[in-house]
């Protein structure tokens, strides 16, 4: 008895207990329950947690300071426990080891070792490290060396070249179920890239290799900003890992469910995590990102939906935004019934996902033969007629693939792809002829149905009569949009009296429909384009749909007259508001910073985020309209494909002031996206200014604002002396000093020294720091002797802060001097 209560007092006062809260777990000690290691600077917190509604609990890591639980480590993925309380962690027998309730192994470390005397501990970068007892003893397991779904600053992704093991991160299932999923991320060590596979086997993006500076296809890594990157390749292993120039930044790489890698910060001020870029961009560019007999079109959300005749093979997952599972069909094929008589639903598949099919057989038949012969056989699941050649597919083949959308686009190969279902599903029920039961009543009925029509469509036509002069008629939509007869569209804008504006693409009329609703009717100019072309180039417009663009309602392609029907913005163009003196009210700063943005998030949809990038030619406050929230609206996007891109074109007719023009428009040489930023960065100036930037003052008196602001922004002046004189200084200096900034970054004279759009909204949004631009050549030519000295002149075309602490100039001239 004595010897047992020995033992017993030796146990509570030698054996520490778990103080939850504590970042190391040693020998005897275990977790359950709600008890967590917490990191030294309380970064990380591990324990046990529930990610979905199901009874699961995992053991992870996540941000401790983040009230958003944000996982970025599971360890037993496959190996749920259901009671937290019974269950524990540990360290026994020199491993890491979680038992559940029945005190069975779930999930450990697995190491081969006979050191009894292990301990565990959470470090503050988020890596869990188990060392024998002595706290500098290297590492024998360490998390970090075996990713999840989260690659953090600081941890190593690569291949060991001793073990030849490559490590990789996979996807969680779904959201509320942590399990590996079917997209990873790793490396291939030969050809220094990363890549993304489905099923760890098709590879369906690539970062490029590695060029000593960054991977060649992912631009955001072309500056530095607030992250290190180092790709390191030595006899031993090859690996790449970045780190934070800030350790106050909270940033991740994650391999999402929807099977794209992306960059993730979290933004304090909105409480939610900012995305900063992913790839693939276009979600249907991910492999089989909607799962068997889908289809995926990025125009709508949901992207994935089933293809008709279909559901989702798991409706639990579908709500989860999980759709790799992909849908079955709503009825079995029941081929040797006649009765059944299934039928096809037909969609339209760009001829280069031809290559991703495996097919059955090719046949020498006609498209009625071919349509026949994939009826009477039972293993056909569809059929395609290419070539005048029939090619039969197996449901096993095409289960392999999942459809994408192409749009209208005439310009887009694309083939038929005949899927079989069960008739009953159909949109339009197939009638079996085969059988005539009760055909006498069935006549009755259907006599009796067609006078009915007759009757209904005779009152509807004669009410259609009545009402012609008021209606404005539209001849068929297309896609989304509606073809607009001319003469309809004369009567909606009162032949065309109301004008409200014109420019380089033509004049804008104000116009009202039969429903009441307000358009604006632009009439373009110049349009040597056949019907055909010009109908494919609109519908690529009308598909192109973002809360910071106008949104194109319908067109008229009627012989000579071309016009696009667009939504009517009440509040005009940017320019009205910025430069008319006569107005009563002014737009504050906050409206004017808002604006910035709203544009910034528009082009960035433009020239990255479409299908095709689309460069605009002719930003500038005219194309910037605003509706009843003064929510900011590019227009005349994609409209220069429509009058062509001829150089003396456009010189002439881009409206009002050459100064939005990129150099490389004189030069000659091919127009890139970075035109529409150098034609940004002008406009900020003027949003800041409220005045064009140039301006001519007693007859002689020329001045440049972006050359006056120089003095100030580079100097360390005044900032708020460069405002708009009607806001009375009522603006952020921080907002005012990093507008200017990015203007002066965006308006530099090499392409390549300007920012991307994606990298203007991020600095805008707050979620980068912006360095101190050098002075373009265009607007050192305005200023003043006393600058020429100026060293700064030839800073770093480098346009992120090192840090995220923006420092002030050392260099001090004169500020601007009046208005």
Request: hydrophobic share 40%.
């Amino acid at each position: 008895m004595d010897f047992i209560a020995f033992h017993l007092i030796f146990y509570l006062f030698f054996i520490p207990p778990l103080i939850s809260g504590a970042d190391t777990l040693v020998v005897n000690q275990s977790l359950s329950g709600n008890q967590t290691l917490i990191s030294l600077a309380g970064n990380f917190e591990m324990g046990f947690f529930k990610p979905g509604k199901l009874p699961n609990y995992y053991i992870g890591i996540w941000y401790k300071n983040i009230k958003t639980l944000t996982v970025v480590w599971v360890a037993n993925r496959e190996t749920p426990i259901h009671d937290r309380f019974s269950s524990k962690l540990k360290v026994q027998d020199g491993n890491l080891v979680l038992v559940n309730e029945s005190n069975t192994p779930v999930w450990s470390t697995n190491l081969i070792t006979t050191d009894k005397h292990a301990s565990v501990v959470l470090l503050d970068d988020g890596n869990l490290v188990l060392r024998y007892e002595s706290s500098s003893s290297p590492p024998i397991w360490q998390s970090f060396d075996h990713p999840t779904h989260t690659f953090l600053p600081g941890n190593k992704l690569g291949y060991n070249k001793h073990t030849n093991t490559t490590q990789v991160m996979t996807s969680w299932r779904s959201r509320e179920d942590p399990g590996v999923g079917l997209f990873s991320f790793e490396i291939v060590q030969q050809e220094k890239k990363y890549v993304l596979k489905w099923n760890r086997s098709v590879e369906y993006w690539s970062s490029g290799s590695w060029n000593g500076e960054f991977f060649s296809l992912i631009p955001e890594m072309r500056v530095p900003y607030v992250f290190s990157f180092n790709y390191i390749d030595n006899a031993n292993e090859s690996y790449f890992t970045y780190s934070f120039n800030d350790p106050s930044i909270i940033s991740r790489l994650v391999i999402d469910v929807s099977g794209q890698i992306q960059q993730l910060t979290w933004m304090e001020n909105s409480q939610e995590w900012y995305l900063f870029w992913s790839r693939p961009q276009k979600v249907c560019d991910v492999y089989a990102k909607c799962g068997t007999f889908s289809i995926c079109n990025e125009q709508i959300l949901p992207s994935c939906n089933c293809l008709i005749g279909f559901e989702p093979a798991s409706w639990r997952d579908w709500n989860l935004s999980e759709f790799s599972g992909g849908c079955v069909r709503k009825t079995e094929l029941k081929c040797r019934i006649k009765e059944e008589n299934p039928g096809f639903i037909t969609s339209y598949v760009p001829v280069n996902f031809l290559p991703t099919f495996y097919e059955n057989k090719t046949l020498s038949l006609d498209e009625s033969a071919c349509r026949r012969s994939c009826l009477d056989d039972c293993s056909c699941d569809g059929y395609s007629f290419i070539d005048k050649t029939c090619r039969l597919w197996k449901s096993e083949n095409l289960n392999s693939i999942s459809l994408v959308f192409v749009s209208n686009d005439f310009n887009v190969e694309k083939f038929e792809l005949n899927v079989k279902v069960a008739s009953k599903d159909l949109q339009h029920p197939i009638k079996n002829t085969r059988y005539k039961k009760n055909d006498k009543v069935n006549l009755g009925v259907v006599i009796g149905s067609v006078i009915g029509v007759v009757l209904v469509l005779a009152l509807a036509l004669f009410i259609i009569y009545r009402k012609k002069r008021l209606v404005v008629g539209k001849t068929k939509m297309e896609g989304s949009l509606v073809a607009f007869v001319y003469r309809d569209l004369q009567r909606a804008t009162k032949n065309f009296s109301e004008k409200l504006g014109s420019g380089g693409f033509g004049s804008v009329f104000k116009g009202v429909l039969h429903d009441s609703s307000i358009v604006a009717v632009k009439k373009l100019e110049s349009v040597s384009q056949g019907e055909k072309q010009f109908r494919s180039e609109v519908s690529t417009i009308g598909t192109t749909q973002h809360v910071n663009l106008v949104r194109l309602r319908g067109f008229c392609a009627q012989g000579s007259s071309k016009l696009l029907v667009y939504d009517y913005m009440p509040n005009g163009s940017l320019d009205f508001h910025l430069f008319h003196k006569g107005l009563d009210s002014v737009l504050n700063w906050k409206t004017r910073y808002e604006i910035a943005v709203g544009i910034a998030r528009g082009l960035v949809y433009l020239h990255e985020k479409c299908r095709d990038c689309i460069i605009h030619c002719d930003i500038k406050p005219e194309n910037i309209l605003l509706d009843a929230d003064f929510c900011p609206k590019v227009a005349d996007f994609g409209l220069a494909k429509l009058v062509g891109r001829d150089f003396s074109r456009v010189l002439t007719t881009m409206r009002g002031t050459r100064g939005y023009l990129a150099p490389e428009w004189l030069s000659g040489v091919p127009i890139t996206a970075k035109a529409d930023v150098f034609s940004y960065g002008m406009m900020l100036f003027e949003l800041v200014h409220g005045k064009r930037n140039s301006e001519q003052f007693q007859g002689s008196v020329f001045t440049f604002f972006p050359s006056l602001a120089a003095n100030v922004v580079m100097g360390g002046g005044d900032i708020l002396s460069l405002l708009d004189s009607r806001l009375n200084r009522e603006a952020s200096v921080e907002e005012v000093t990093k507008v200017c900034k990015v203007a002066y970054w965006c308006i530099q004279d090499e392409e390549h020294d300007r920012p991307s759009m994606s990298q203007v909204e991020h600095i805008l949004e707050g979620v980068v720091e912006v360095k101190m631009p050098p002075i373009p050549q265009s607007v050192k030519f305005f200023i003043d002797d006393d600058m020429e000295d100026v060293p700064f002149f030839a800073a770093s075309s480098s346009i992120f802060n090192e840090s995220s602490s923006t420092g002030s100039s050392q260099v001090h001239t004169s500020s601007l001097s009046g208005d």
